[in-house]
């Protein structure tokens, strides 16, 4: 044993190797332990109900835009001098919130907490709160031994611009129901003036009538991931920077493709969650953004236990937040130069005597960035109601757990760690 009761790099590695049997044993029992608790959970899960007839109205709607009619359209007329103020508002209250992370995050749960039939208000704010700990982990304790100053600089780009969006996008959606509530009256004619698709005001309008939470989150999920498809994913510069990269196309080991929920059953803290295969593909985006919203309000476990979390502890972005025993959002020892990195992860538990991961918070990662305006179109224009095959019922995964999975990725962090470089 070396200095501080954990190993020096050189026996570190090798002694790491040397033990992956032994950890894939207790990878097997922990993966077993996992589905006995999944099998538990399957008398109380609960489908995603979609109504037929809705979709079949709202498919109907569609239609007669394309025959012509401009239900579905913008709306020319001039506005009045109460809905100016309203929609000048909204877009003062957006960019408020939309300074960082943090910010939109708990935007997101303020208005999920006095609408609670907001259902993607609290999707948004537990993908938001992952989108924040991808973050920080490009400052944290691990990847800039494995990314350069730029890789980390153009992720967080990424990262940054993509969260962004989403946030300036649907925000002003969500406040503008909120709105509609105290007048109690519909605004939804407002949309257009927010440069919202044409696809979400009969959504809108339908929920106003019907409060189809299951409806209006799928939705937005197919909103705000073909809002984000041309202005990120297909964008050039995204693209060559990052999308393309070597080191991203390794994004199942940097775990940028693991989303997960903190949710507390009893005394015990777990992670629900999916792994998001594909980033580039916009249909396996939706269809994973549908399986967290199932995983979220479909596992009463996950549903009760995240709010638990997120009511109990506010977002900081860093990880630290729900893995206290492994993060720390402060430096508990100076930065280690490499060939001298030392093993601290077993499994989901720190070695003996070994400190913390540093984790920070945004705050001390990264500073706030202006957001550039959106570019300008509508996805909408080129789909005309093909996105109505996204909108139907959906059961929650069996497996959902992903408390040990989630651990495993970090042991394959610090084993590419120890490693060296691997990108350079």
């Avoid at 025959?67 to 579905?72: F, Q, T, Y």
């Avoid at 406040?175 to 919202?196: M, T």
């Amino acid at each position: 044993m070396g200095d501080g009761g954990f190993r020096s790099i050189g026996m570190d590695l090798l002694q790491k190797l040397v033990e992956i049997p032994q950890e894939l044993v207790h990878w097997a029992e922990d993966k077993t332990a996992t589905l006995l608790y999944e099998r538990r959970q399957l008398n109380s899960m609960q489908e995603i109900h979609i109504q037929p007839e809705n979709v079949a109205a709202l498919r109907a709607l569609f239609n007669q835009s394309e025959a012509g009619s401009d239900k579905c359209g913008p709306i020319t007329s001039l506005l009045s001098v109460s809905d100016q103020a309203l929609v000048q508002r909204i877009r003062e209250d957006t960019a408020y919130h939309n300074r960082n992370n943090v910010t939109r995050t708990m935007a997101y749960w303020n208005i999920f907490r006095t609408h609670p039939e907001l259902h993607w208000a609290y999707l948004a704010h537990m993908v938001s709160r992952n989108g924040g700990w991808n973050m920080t982990d490009l400052r944290g304790e691990l990847l800039p031994y494995l990314l350069n100053e730029a890789q980390r600089g153009n992720v967080f780009a990424l990262l940054e611009r993509a969260n962004g969006l989403i946030f300036h996008d649907a925000y002003p959606q969500l406040l503008l129901y909120s709105a509609s509530r105290r007048a109690d009256s519909p605004l939804f004619h407002l949309l257009p003036h927010l440069q919202v698709s044409a696809f979400m005001r009969p959504i809108w309008e339908l929920f106003w009538e019907q409060l189809d939470s299951a409806l209006l989150t799928q939705a937005l999920i197919v909103n705000e991931q073909n809002y984000i498809e041309q202005r990120i994913i297909q964008h050039p510069t995204y693209r060559d920077l990052v999308l393309n990269s070597l080191f991203f196309n390794a994004q199942s080991l940097l775990q940028l493709n693991q989303v997960v929920f903190p949710y507390v059953d009893g005394d015990e803290m777990h992670l629900a969650g999916l792994v998001l295969e594909n980033f580039n593909n916009l249909h396996e985006r939706i269809e994973t953004g549908k399986k967290l919203y199932a995983i979220l309000f479909g596992v009463p476990v996950v549903c009760e236990g995240a709010m638990r979390f997120a009511n109990s502890k506010p977002h900081t972005a860093s990880r630290a937040d729900y893995w206290p025993q492994l993060f720390s959002s402060m430096h508990q020892t100076a930065p280690v130069p490499k060939g001298l990195l030392k093993e601290r992860l077993d499994g989901c538990r720190l070695i003996t005597g070994a400190s913390p991961l540093y984790s920070p918070k945004l705050t001390n990662a990264w500073k706030n960035y202006s957001m550039d305006p959106p570019e300008p179109g509508d996805w909408f224009e080129h789909d005309r109601g093909r996105c109505l095959s996204y909108l139907a019922s959906v059961q929650p995964p069996f497996s959902f757990e992903m408390t040990q999975e989630h651990g495993f990725g970090l042991n394959k962090i610090e084993l590419a760690v120890l490693a060296g470089d691997i990108w350079q």
